[in-house]
C-alpha cells in the first residue's frame, strides 16, 4: 500500500528530476541554436536523461531507507553513510557499465567524470530528505524488547535499570530482564531525562527505584535502588546524578 509519505517521496523525486533534465535539455539546445555551427555542441536530445534518469528510481529508494531507519530511531551515522556510500556505488556502477557498452567509454573515464556530481547529487538528496521528509519522532512511554523469539513493548515505568552487555543492552525490571540489540547511547536517546539517568558509562537508573546513593572513599560510589539492587557510579558522572537526587548526600 502506498502511503502518503512514499507518495510524496516519488513525487519529489520524479518533479525534481524532471525539472533538472528538462533544465539541462533546454539550456544546452538554446546555447547550439545561438552559436555558430563551429562551436556547437551538439548533445543528443536524451543526453540528460541517460546521465541522470537512474536517480529516478535511485532518490526514492534513499528516501525509504532513510525513513524506515530513522522511523525505527536506528539511523546511526554509520548507516547513514553507508546507505550513501552503497547508492553511490550502484550509481557508478551503473554509469560505468551504460557507458561502456552504449557509449564505448573508457570506463575509468566515466569515473573521474561522475565523481564530483554524484557525491554532490547524493549530499542534495540527504539535504531534501532532512529538510522535507524527515518527520519528527512521537514521544512514546514504552520502548521494544527482545522477549524470547518475540519482540515486545516494556513501559518506561517498569524499567529500574539498564546496562549494556557486548553488543546487547539489558533491560532490569522488578521481576525480569530484557534484552535488546543495540548501543546505551541509542537507548538513552530514547529516554525521557526527566526520568532516567546515566550513572556510569554501562549503566543508566529509573530515578523513582533510587533509595539513595553510597560514596566509596575512591570517590566512586553506588545507586541502591528500592528493590535491593545496586549499580555502579563513576565520579564523571556523581554531579550530575548528585543534583538529580538533591535529597541525598
Request: glycine share 4%.
Amino acid at each position: 500500500m502506498m502511503t502518503e509519505q512514499i507518495k510524496k517521496e516519488w513525487l519529489i523525486s520524479i518533479a525534481g528530476w524532471s525539472a533538472l533534465i528538462l533544465f539541462l535539455t533546454g539550456t544546452y539546445e538554446l546555447y547550439d541554436y545561438a552559436m555558430p555551427a563551429a562551436q556547437q555542441i551538439n548533445n543528443h536530445p536524451s543526453w540528460a536523461l541517460q546521465e541522470w534518469g537512474l536517480w529516478y528510481v535511485l532518490t526514492p529508494i534513499i528516501f525509504r531507507l532513510l525513513h524506515q531507519y530513522h522511523s525505527k530511531q536506528q539511523l546511526t551515522h554509520k548507516r547513514f553513510i553507508g546507505i550513501l556510500a552503497l547508492m553511490l556505488c550502484i550509481s557508478m556502477t551503473y554509469q560505468s557499465i551504460f557507458d561502456l557498452f552504449v557509449f564505448k567509454d573508457n570506463i575509468a573515464y566515466t569515473l573521474l567524470y561522475f565523481a564530483p556530481s554524484h557525491p554532490l547529487v547524493l549530499f542534495v538528496i540527504s539535504f531534501i530528505w532532512h529538510t522535507y521528509l524527515r518527520t519528527e519522532l512521537t514521544q512514546t512511554s514504552s520502548i521494544e524488547v527482545d522477549s524470547g523469539s518475540k519482540k515486545s513493548r516494556l513501559c518506561f515505568d517498569d524499567i529500574t535499570h539498564i546496562n549494556s552487555a557486548s553488543n546487547y543492552v539489558e533491560f532490569h525490571t522488578q521481576e525480569q530482564q530484557f534484552l535488546k540489540r543495540t548501543t546505551l547511547k541509542q537507548v538513552e536517546q530514547q529516554l525521557p531525562d526527566s526520568q532516567f539517568i546515566r550513572t556510569h558509562r554501562s549503566h543508566l537508573v529509573n530515578l523513582d527505584y533510587v533509595e539513595r546513593i553510597q560514596i566509596k572513599p575512591s570517590g566512586s560510589g553506588l545507586v541502591l535502588l528500592k528493590n535491593g539492587q545496586s549499580v555502579a557510579l563513576s565520579k564523571a558522572f556523581k554531579p550530575k546524578v548528585k543534583a538529580k537526587l538533591k535529597n541525598v548526600a
